[in-house]
């Protein structure tokens, strides 16, 4: 098959369109036949040497898949060759084929296309976990979702306005994005370059109450910050380090407040907790994916051997939700 490989960890450059074996699914598993995929921040970090797959995953990049399921292995039940698929993969994803855990997949919602079931799995998945399972917002709470217009960013405020419509959303952005994401559901917007300290904005709006939830992705330089900005009771939920893994925190502040900090990934979580999480998103967040109110929003399309230019897209930062790969067939 044809995939996207690596001749070294480094910049996108090194990323080529090659051969690879074609990949045998276990039992439980299936083999889809991928028609898109996406590109998402942790393929970036992979692609620099900074994220290895998980033991038995693929090394070829890419963490969700859409197509048709082409074989089933043994001890798969409920799904058959043809049927339209959805789903996270451990690796594996930017390749003509994939293998995959038959209790991650998802059915295709009527009349979405593959490229847009392609952005569903990661970010959906990852925003639901993190700021509702984990989180626990709630209608009448207030949340901080940092990321701007980025995927998971995107997908917590599609998911927070169809799920808690009357929670109260303060994002924080780069310049130029503000429209689009009030546009999506964002009450306010925060500039982070115009306002560094962006706790004093977040202690202004919030009567000095702080927010309930605050979903970061940036680590130890907003660690401070982000303690500043939480109310008693509030939960931090940290799934990312792009500023640095080490920072001083006040504990006793913390005791006194009440406050939580939780640390999440997806990828590495053992099969059975991912297939949990899988079950509760079908069941509470895939209903408004499929009836549009909260569809994925599509950035751009880049075909499969042009890896290396959407991975340059979104390291220069101006794309506004999901890049993806189209690996239709010819």
């Known amino acids: 098959m044809k995939a996207?490989?690596?001749?070294?960890?480094?910049?996108?450059?090194?990323?080529?369109?090659?051969?690879?074996?074609?990949?045998?699914p276990g039992p439980g598993e299936v083999l889809v036949r991928v028609h898109a995929t996406s590109v998402n921040r942790?393929?970036?970090?992979q692609r620099e040497g900074n994220y290895p797959p998980p033991p038995g995953e693929s090394d070829i990049l890419g963490l969700e898949v859409a197509g048709v399921i082409?074989?089933?292995?043994?001890?798969?039940q409920g799904w058959r060759p043809g049927d339209r698929v959805m789903t996270l993969v451990g690796g594996g994803g930017y390749a003509e084929y994939a293998r995959a855990r038959a209790e991650l997949l998802l059915p295709i919602p009527d009349g979405m296309d593959f490229e847009t079931a392609a952005c569903v799995c990661e970010t959906y998945i990852t925003a639901y976990?993190?700021?509702?399972?984990?989180?626990?917002?709630?209608?009448?709470?207030?949340?901080?979702?940092?990321?701007?217009?980025?995927?998971?960013?995107?997908?917590?405020?599609?998911?927070?306005?169809a799920l808690v419509p009357d929670a109260r959303l303060i994002v924080t952005a780069s310049p130029g994005k503000e429209d689009r994401?009030?546009?999506?559901?964002?009450?306010?917007?925060?500039?982070?370059?115009?306002?560094?300290?962006?706790?004093?904005?977040?202690?202004?709006?919030?009567?000095?109450?702080?927010?309930?939830?605050?979903?970061?992705?940036?680590?130890?330089?907003?660690?401070?910050?982000?303690?500043?900005?939480?109310?008693?009771?509030?939960?931090?939920?940290?799934?990312?380090v792009m500023s640095g893994i080490k920072a001083e925190l006040n504990l006793a502040l913390m005791?006194?407040?009440?406050?939580?900090?939780?640390?999440?990934?997806?990828?590495?979580?053992?099969?059975?907790?991912?297939?949990?999480?899988?079950?509760?998103?079908?069941?509470?967040?895939?209903?408004?994916?499929?009836?549009?109110?909260?569809?994925?929003?599509?950035?751009?399309?880049?075909p499969l051997e042009q890896a290396a230019q959407a991975h340059a897209w979104m390291e220069a930062g101006g794309f506004f939700g999901k890049i993806v790969l189209s690996v239709r067939p010819a």
């Open 255 to 302: 005791m006194v407040k009440r406050q939580q900090i939780i640390g999440s990934v997806l990828r590495s979580r053992p099969a059975t907790e991912k297939a949990d999480i899988v079950r509760e998103f079908a069941a509470r967040a895939l209903p408004c994916i499929a009836d549009g109110r909260a569809a994925p929003i599509v950035e751009k399309v880049f």
């Open 129 to 161: 976990l993190n700021v509702f399972m984990l989180g626990g917002l709630r209608d009448g709470q207030t949340a901080l979702l940092h990321g701007g217009g980025g995927g998971v960013n995107t997908a917590a405020l599609r998911l927070c306005r």
């Open 70 to 76: 082409h074989a089933v292995a043994e001890g798969v």
């Open 42 to 45: 942790p393929d970036i970090v």
């Open 181 to 240: 994401l009030r546009a999506l559901g964002a009450h306010h917007v925060i500039d982070y370059r115009a306002t560094p300290d962006f706790a004093a904005e977040v202690r202004t709006l919030t009567a000095k109450k702080g927010v309930d939830v605050i979903l970061d992705h940036i680590g130890a330089r907003y660690l401070a910050p982000n303690m500043n900005s939480l109310a008693a009771g509030g939960r931090l939920v940290v799934i990312g």
């Open 4 to 24: 996207i490989l690596m001749r070294e960890p480094g910049p996108a450059s090194v990323l080529y369109h090659g051969d690879a074996p074609l990949p045998e």
